[in-house]
């Protein structure tokens, strides 16, 4: 079958023809309906190196699938072939007290984990490919009638992501509260509409492509800005003098997190979900009075099942646009061009 693989750190993945994987016991072999192409891997590409992370290449890219079961292996139950599934991408040793809360995301056995810290297309071959090999069917999802694949595979991140970091900060979303939301891609268009639908907060966007603002505006975003000096200010001037009660950093570089610190309310949350690898120097008056200051990483099944329903229920609805595997390179060059509107999808 063919690949999308990425050989070695900062290298472009190549597309090249790989066995098809045979499941083995408690395994299943998915037959991937669409791959999502995440803005991470573009950091895979191109930022880290071969100390950032407990894996390392080569293996097909791909952590955000979603496709039918195609073959159990031994002793595989509870799931059909042919059954249409989403895939939760982070895949944890299943027995820790973190991974049996439903957080393999934070498993603390990464020893006995597939891959330390990762999964299919983060370590473990990804679902850029004709067939994906889960390891254990507890990561399977099956989706609810009316959604398929394409639709269900941003979900698993681009969705899963930021709901997982808006129910976080869920008790800080009153009726009276405003969220801002920086980056209006694959994660933030999302974002925002998990927003509008589980909370009545105002929100805000900031992007600096105006086909994003205006995507913005189709989520439901209630005011939609430019970054640049002066934002923290608007965002104020917005907020009665106040600030954003949630703050939702999408980007993580240094100008948006000094804008995320700048513009969130004493006793706010700033999130960062973005890892675009910025710092922001937290001190005492560095940050206003008791904001919490935290990083999220992706979701839990759970939470997947939620956001596959809401969007079963036209609540949450992902804007793709649809490459070929043959094409799944351009999908990341465009990407990085920043002409995506919502998340770019390869359907082998
Ligand atoms: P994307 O490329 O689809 O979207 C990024 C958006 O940010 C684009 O619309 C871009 O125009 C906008 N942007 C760029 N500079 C900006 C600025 N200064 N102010 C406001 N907006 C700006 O990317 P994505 O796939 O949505 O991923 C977003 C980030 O989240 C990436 O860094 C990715 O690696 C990270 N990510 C993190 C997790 C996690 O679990 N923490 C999961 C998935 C992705
Ligand atoms: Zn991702
Ligand atoms: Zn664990």
């Not at 209006?184 to 998990?194: E, R, S």
């Not at 690898?277 to 001190?283: A, K």
């Amino acid at each position: 079958m063919k690949a999308l693989r990425l050989k070695s750190w900062k290298s472009e993945p190549e597309l090249e023809e790989v066995p098809v994987p045979e499941p083995g016991p408690g395994e299943v072999l998915v037959q991937v309906g669409a791959a999502g192409a995440c803005h991470s891997d573009l950091h895979l590409m191109h930022d880290f190196e071969a100390d950032h992370l407990a894996w390392s290449p080569p293996f097909t890219l791909g952590h955000e699938n979603a496709g039918w079961v195609h073959t159990l292996g031994p002793g595989v139950r509870d799931v059909e072939p042919g059954q249409p599934v989403a895939v939760v991408g982070a895949w944890g040793c299943g027995s820790c007290g973190r991974c049996l809360d439903g957080l393999e995301t934070y498993c603390e056995r990464p020893d006995r984990a597939p891959v330390p810290g990762g999964g299919g297309g983060l370590g473990l071959d990804g679902g850029m490919a004709e067939y994906l090999l889960v390891p254990a069917v507890r990561h399977l999802v099956p989706l609810p009638d009316g959604l398929d694949p394409v639709d269900a595979a941003p979900l698993t991140d681009a969705g899963l992501t930021p709901y997982h970091a808006v129910r976080r900060s869920q008790a800080k979303l009153g009726p009276d509260s405003t969220a801002l939301v920086f980056g209006v891609g694959g994660l933030g268009h999302l974002g925002l509409q998990i927003l509008k639908a589980t909370c009545a907060a105002r929100v805000i966007a900031v992007d600096p492509r105006e086909s994003a603002r205006d995507l913005a505006l189709c989520c439901g975003a209630d005011l939609v800005l430019a970054p640049g000096e002066g934002l923290a200010e608007q965002v104020r001037d917005a907020t009665g003098g106040r600030g954003a009660d949630v703050v939702l950093d999408f980007v993580g570089s240094d100008e948006t997190l000094a804008a995320s610190a700048a513009s969130v309310r004493m006793l706010g949350d700033l999130t960062i979900v973005g890892i675009a690898g910025g710092t922001l120097p937290v001190s005492f008056f560095g940050v206003p009075y008791e904001a919490s200051v935290q990083t999220t990483y992706w979701g839990n099944r759970r939470e997947l099942v939620e956001v596959l329903d809401l969007a079963a229920r036209r609540i949450l609805h992902a804007e793709t646009t649809i490459f070929t595997l043959d094409d799944a390179a351009q999908a990341y060059r465009d990407l990085a061009n920043g002409t995506v509107r919502g998340r770019a999808v390869v359907v082998p």
